[in-house]
C-alpha cells in the first residue's frame, strides 16, 4: 500500500520561530506534492503546491526532495494563526483519475 | 473558496438506517470525491466520480454506495448506517483529477447510534 508518513507532533513554538515538517513517500513515481492546512473541525484548504525546484510563499518554503523521496514545509516567523494541522498530500498518476495519499497531519500550535 | 455545498452538515443517526449526504459544487469540475476522516487515519477516500453516471471505489467503499446524475450533485448513500461509520466526512472537487489541486467542501459530521 502507498504510503505518506508525517511526524503527527504536536509542534509547540512560541511566536516568531522557525519550524520545519517532513513528510516521507513511498512510491518513487509519486508525480504532484502539495501543503494543505486544516484547522479544527473545518475542511482542508490548499496551502502550497510544492515543486522539484522548490517554492517560496511568503513565509513558507516548500522542498522536494525526489532521490530521498521526502517533501518538507519550513514556516518562518510563525503567527498564532499558523496554529493547525498540515497534510502533506502525494499525487500518483494510476488509473483513470490519479490517486491523492494523504499524510495523516502534523500538529501545529504558536504560542504567545 | 469553491462552490461546494454538503448537507446536512450534522447529522444523528439510528444504526441500521439509510442516510443520504448530499455534496452541491457550482464550478462545473469534471471530478468529485467522497472521504472520510477518523483520528488515527487521516483522510480515507471512499468513492469517486468522473463525470455523469460514471463512479469508481476508493480505499473504504464498504457499506457506501454513490451516485452521480447531475455534474453538480454527488450523493453518498450509508444504505444501512453502523457506529463504525461515525466520521466526518468531506466532499471534493477537481478539475482534472487527481493530479491536480483538489477543493473541499465544509464537511458533514455524521453520528451514529
Given amino acids: ?112 | 473558496d469553491a462552490g461546494i455545498t454538503q448537507s446536512p452538515r450534522h447529522k444523528v443517526t439510528e444504526t441500521g438506517t439509510p442516510v443520504t449526504l448530499r455534496c452541491h459544487q457550482t464550478e462545473n469540475h469534471r471530478y468529485m470525491y467522497w472521504y472520510r476522516q477518523d483520528p488515527g487515519h487521516g483522510l480515507r477516500l471512499i468513492h469517486y466520480s468522473y463525470g455523469v453516471k460514471d463512479t469508481d471505489k476508493g480505499e473504504v467503499s464498504d457499506g457506501y454506495s454513490v451516485s452521480r446524475s447531475k455534474t453538480e450533485d454527488f450523493l453518498l448513500t450509508l444504505e444501512s448506517a453502523t457506529s463504525s461509520q461515525t466520521s466526518v466526512y468531506f466532499c471534493a472537487i477537481s478539475e482534472e483529477g487527481g493530479i491536480n489541486t483538489i477543493y473541499f467542501g465544509e464537511g458533514s459530521w455524521l453520528t451514529v447510534v
Avoid at chain 1, 504536536?10 to 519550524?19: I, S, Y
Avoid at chain 1, 483513470?96 to 500538529?107: D, E, H, R, V, W
Wanted: one cysteine or more.
Fill in chain 1, 1 to 112: 500500500r502507498k504510503e505518506v508518513e508525517q511526524d503527527p507532533g504536536p509542534f509547540n513554538v512560541p511566536e516568531g520561530a522557525t519550524v520545519a515538517f517532513n513528510c516521507t513517500y513511498s512510491n518513487s513515481a509519486s508525480q504532484s506534492f502539495f501543503w494543505y492546512r486544516q484547522d479544527c473541525r473545518k475542511e482542508p484548504k490548499l496551502l502550497m503546491s510544492v515543486y522539484s525546484s522548490g517554492n517560496e510563499d511568503g513565509r513558507f518554503t516548500a522542498q522536494l526532495n525526489r532521490a530521498s523521496q521526502y517533501i518538507s514545509l519550513l514556516i518562518r516567523d510563525s503567527k498564532l494563526s499558523d496554529s493547525a494541522t498540515y497534510l502533506c498530500v502525494v499525487a500518483d498518476y494510476g488509473g483513470s483519475q490519479g490517486n491523492l495519499i494523504f499524510g495523516k497531519g502534523t500538529k501545529l500550535s504558536v504560542k504567545p
